[in-house]
């Protein structure tokens, strides 16, 4: 079945890289996302990979993608403190409607 | 110029009224969204809508009805009301037609906090 599995919680110094993982279940999903979520507010779209690609990389954000292992992992480096909020993995199966949302990973960024 | 926007953003309410929460969006999205999101955040699709047409329909009470007049709104309905209705109820949209080209990227409403007392 379909399913996408992240760790809920993170922790990490202002400054540090941060390192969010994510596991997906479905191979024939075409892209991958993370959405960021602040408190209080809806879902945004942080970035996405191509499942062609193994990375991508947008200013302070790297995406890697494993295909083999369906790992996917987002890197923030240098850490703020307004880089704190929840980010939800996503997988969108080819040829469906679903795009299937992980359970969402809590950063907490310390001053 | 909001992409997706959604009425009301809060709603008190007691046991056993009956609510709805108004969703628009001007991307010009050929299918529309209903997620529901509890106190832990989890995320969870209850309807979709492509085209007018309902595709999705997970398995939600039949106290919610989703309606969509047409393709640029999707309402949500709630009947009697119960304590464990209380959460963020999102609508998204995206444009599925060309999904297989540029992948399902759901764009997000502010959300819906909706509180049952």
């Known amino acids: 079945g379909e399913d996408v599995e992240q760790s809920l919680f993170l922790s990490v110094r202002e400054g540090d890289s941060s390192v969010i993982n994510c596991t997906y279940t479905d191979s024939s999903s075409t892209y991958l996302y993370w959405y960021k979520q602040e408190p209080g507010a809806g879902l945004q779209l942080l970035t996405y990979i191509f499942s062609n690609m193994d990375m991508k990389q947008d200013q302070r954000l790297t995406v890697l993608l494993n295909k083999k292992d369906k790992h996917l992992s987002l890197r923030i480096a240098d850490t703020q403190t307004g880089d704190s909020a929840i980010y939800f993995c996503a997988e969108a199966p080819s040829g469906g409607f679903k795009t299937i949302f992980g359970a969402g990973t809590r950063l907490f960024v310390k001053a | 110029d909001t992409a997706v926007s959604q009425t009301p953003k809060y709603l008190v309410t007691q046991m056993g009224n009956d609510k709805s929460i108004k969703c628009e969006q001007n991307?010009?999205?050929?299918?529309m969204y209903w997620y529901k999101q509890d106190s832990k955040k989890f995320l969870k699709i209850m309807f979709s809508?492509?085209?007018?047409?309902?595709?999705i329909n997970e398995t939600v009470p039949n106290r919610f009805s989703p309606k969509s007049p047409d393709k640029a709104h999707l309402n949500l309905h709630i009947n009697s009301l119960e304590l464990g209705d209380s959460a963020v109820y999102f609508c998204?949209?995206?444009?599925?037609?060309?999904?297989?080209?540029?992948?399902?990227?759901?764009?997000f409403g502010e959300g819906s906090w909706l509180t049952v007392v």
């Open positions: 809508y492509n085209n007018k047409e309902l595709i």
């Open positions: 991307l010009g999205h050929d299918t």
């Open positions: 998204a949209s995206s444009q599925v037609s060309s999904r297989d080209r540029y992948g399902n990227t759901i764009y």
